[in-house]
């Protein structure tokens, strides 16, 4: 589901018209490891990207399972950069700011997450091996096109822009 940053999103796979965009920060593991505590968390981060966490909100729904609704293909735009962690130093302090067509849809620390990293980190390697080169999306701050009355799910021709401070911007068309 991986594509580029420039890369058309290619939102006619889903044939409801319900496709919504997620910014999301993602960790890039360094040294693997399982039952990762929080307060060794860090020491397990390489660095950090950014990923559009692309959904159709109708699939999601229908079925009750969040994967089919965000693993059609071409719905995990990544990029621009691969940051290492010490270049970006408190990832707590970085914003967000999410925009289609220019319009400010999304913005929030990493602070302001449900889950931060450390906790992230402990959940997922508890009997699970993490490898070096695996990613996790932290989740997305509020603001998505379905939290609108009515949504702003996106259309052909929209364009998404995600910024991370220190990380960079991750800039896809919708097709």
């Not at 580029?4 to 409801?16: K, N, R, V």
């Not at 962690?85 to 289609?100: F, M, N, Q, S």
């Not at 889950?115 to 989740?139: H, K, Y």
Request: glycine share 14%.
């Amino acid at each position: 589901s991986v594509i580029g940053p420039g890369a058309t999103i290619p939102a006619h796979l889903d044939p409801t018209a319900s496709v919504d965009y997620e910014g999301e920060l993602t960790v890039v593991v360094g040294p693997g490891g399982r039952n990762i505590s929080k307060a060794n968390a860090f020491k397990h981060v390489y660095g950090y990207t950014i990923i559009n966490d692309v959904t159709s909100r109708t699939q999601q729904q229908r079925y009750g399972q969040w994967f089919l609704g965000k693993s059609l293909d071409g719905f995990c735009p990544m990029g621009p950069w691969l940051v290492t962690a010490d270049e970006v130093g408190d990832v707590t302090e970085i914003g967000l700011e999410t925009r289609v067509n220019g319009e400010l849809r999304q913005k929030a620390k990493v602070s302001d997450l449900i889950f931060d990293i450390p906790t992230l980190i402990e959940a997922i390697s508890l009997g699970r091996t993490l490898e070096p080169g695996d990613l996790i999306a932290t989740g997305t701050p509020s603001g998505v096109g379905l939290g609108f009355k009515p949504p702003k799910f996106l259309k052909k021709g929209d364009k998404v822009s995600i910024a991370f401070d220190r990380v960079g911007t991750l800039e896809n068309k919708v097709g």
